[in-house]
């Protein structure tokens, strides 16, 4: 082999290595709080999610719970799809992305930007254009 082409697959071997120790470290069960709060202070505005993820090793992820609004109340959803680093989350650590199913609504985008603050507890907080997005996990 080359040495160039020995240094290449050195660095990209790296790389992978280095990105499944940054997921290693959220996989685990995990208690979440999501909440969109409005900056209108309707109360028919505000959108809550409150669910247990389940993130593997392998990168993927499954989550059950509730979704509530003063509108529609208390409303069963699950979640699944992969996690990892993705670009345009600001200062995200991984996002979880895939897809979320709520009783009566059918299927939807899901992304959950975190930040991990110390080994039992990731966050994300950032300011919309109408709402106000806080992200707290607990292990």
Not at 35 to 40: D, I, R
Request: aromatic share 18%; net charge neutral; charged share 15%.
């Amino acid at each position: 082999m080359p040495k160039r082409l020995f240094i290449i697959a050195l660095a990209l071997f790296w790389q992978a290595g280095l990105a499944a120790a940054q997921t290693d470290r959220f996989a685990g069960s995990w208690y979440c709080r999501y909440a969109m709060e409005p900056f209108s202070g309707q109360p028919l505005d505000l959108h809550y999610w409150e669910f247990r993820l389940y993130a593997q090793p392998d990168t993927s992820f499954t989550a059950d719970g509730f979704y509530d609004n003063p509108v529609v109340g208390r409303i069963p959803v699950q979640m699944q799809g992969q996690y990892g680093y993705q670009p345009g989350f600001g200062s995200a650590e991984v996002v979880f992305s895939g897809t979320m199913y709520r009783a009566g609504s059918g299927q939807q985008p899901f992304q959950l930007p975190v930040i991990m603050s110390d080994p039992q507890t990731m966050y994300f907080q950032f300011r919309g254009n109408t709402h106000m997005t806080n992200i707290n996990c607990t292990r």
